[in-house]
């Protein structure tokens, strides 16, 4: 078997720090991507940290020949497929570019990858295919309902095509990998989440407006049934889930067949919660006021990671200051990501 891993999307967030991860696993690299909401800069910051760099290849996996270009130049044993398109806003008014770019991406990526024989995928889902679980914590056994929007439901149909896949023909091995909510970046300071625009998500919201880019948090609703009121997420250091991925790809090479796997820590904290750990941590202060709850947020939602640890032998071992202390040091090094002059401090 060869030893080449084939990356989509592996200049964004979680990319990124998988591309690393993988070569200081002493693997072979080719990235696509096509950089619409990444910078090509990420990959210097992973050359700068491990003196390796992947093969890059700027494209869109929805082009089959560039696909087949790719599958033909390089013995390529794996692909971890990052490349998607992923907030949930932008899903609701557009969900014809969510099911063209994730959907229709994937479908094209799994026919190359079938054409050329390689046949061992691991595939970014997300915990919000379990849409709104009744009980918590959330495992694998947790019914998957219908998602609370179209992005939610790209994934559930991603899961669901290669489902069929997998039953349809043996030589797929798959692993389903469903996240709960990647922050935190990596400990060197180089490397970290690069939001284009007004972030979608908690962490890099509140490390903007710490730095000052944004002036005040808005928590999305204090009414929902929690202690205090806000929304409850199951938060995970990205160097802890990018290690999933490369244990999954272990596993699914001796053990055939599709698995699903979630990754998370199995603790939940409310976004009070973050922020005063975020205060405390940085010694920032962050101010926030409430305002309505977002259309489709669930009250909370955090795992059970157990099946991942007795299978895989995996379980994240980084706290919720590890993830804070590493995301304030990124975002005080490059306030505006990949795009700032770097001026490290730490
Ligand atoms: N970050 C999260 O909170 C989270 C949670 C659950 C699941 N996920 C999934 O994990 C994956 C990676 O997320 P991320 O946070 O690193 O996002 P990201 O936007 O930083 O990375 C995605 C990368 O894919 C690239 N891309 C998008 N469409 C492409 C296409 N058609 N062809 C080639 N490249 C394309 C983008 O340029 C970007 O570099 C996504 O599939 C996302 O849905 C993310």
């Known amino acids: ?4 891993v084939l990356v989509t999307g ?21 990235v696509l991507d096509n950089l619409s909401n ?3 800069a990420a990959l210097d910051h992973v050359e700068n940290i491990c003196g390796k760099r992947p093969v890059f290849v700027e494209g869109d996996i929805r082009d089959s020949a560039l696909l087949d270009q790719v599958f033909s130049e390089h013995a390529i044993e794996a692909v971890f497929h990052f490349a998607g398109l992923k907030a949930v806003g932008e899903s609701v008014r557009e969900p014809e570019k969510y099911y063209d770019n994730n959907v229709a991406g994937t479908l094209t990526l799994l026919k190359t990858m079938n054409q050329h024989g390689v046949f061992n995928f691991v595939f970014s889902s997300s915990a919000t295919v379990y849409g709104c679980p009744s009980e918590m914590p959330i495992s694998e056994e947790t019914k998957v309902e219908r998602p609370t929007n179209p992005y939610g439901r790209t994934k559930l149909i991603i899961e669901d095509m290669l489902r069929d896949f997998s039953d349809a023909d043996e030589r797929w091995n798959i692993a389903l990998l469903r996240y709960f909510n990647p922050i935190g970046a990596h400990e060197s300071g180089l490397l970290g989440e690069h939001p284009q625009g007004i972030p979608n998500n908690l962490l890099p919201y509140i490390s903007q407006v710490a730095i000052g880019t944004l002036k005040e948090l808005k928590v999305f609703g204090n009414d929902h049934p929690t202690p205090d009121g806000t929304g409850i997420r199951d938060y995970i250091h990205v160097v ?3 290690e999933g991925h490369l244990k999954a790809l272990d596993f699914i090479c001796e053990h055939k067949g599709l698995h699903t796997w979630n990754l998370g820590t199995g603790t939940g904290y409310s976004v009070i919660e973050i922020i005063d750990s975020f205060e405390q941590v940085t010694g920032q202060n962050i101010p926030y ?3 309505e709850r977002r259309a489709g947020d669930v009250a909370e939602s955090w795992s059970n990671p157990a099946k991942a640890k007795v299978e895989m032998n995996w379980v994240a071992s980084r706290t919720l200051e590890d993830m804070i202390r590493d995301t304030w040091r990124w ?3 490059y306030p505006a990501g990949y795009a700032s002059t770097p001026t490290p401090t730490h």
Do not use: E
């Open 331 to 333: 975002q005080s090094n």
């Open 1 to 4: 078997m060869s030893n080449t």
């Open 10 to 30: 592996g200049a964004g967030y979680i990319g990124s720090h998988a591309v690393l991860a993988l070569l200081q696993n002493g693997k072979n690299v080719v």
């Open 38 to 40: 990444s910078l090509r």
């Open 289 to 291: 006021s409430f305002t």
């Open 240 to 242: 802890d889930l990018v």
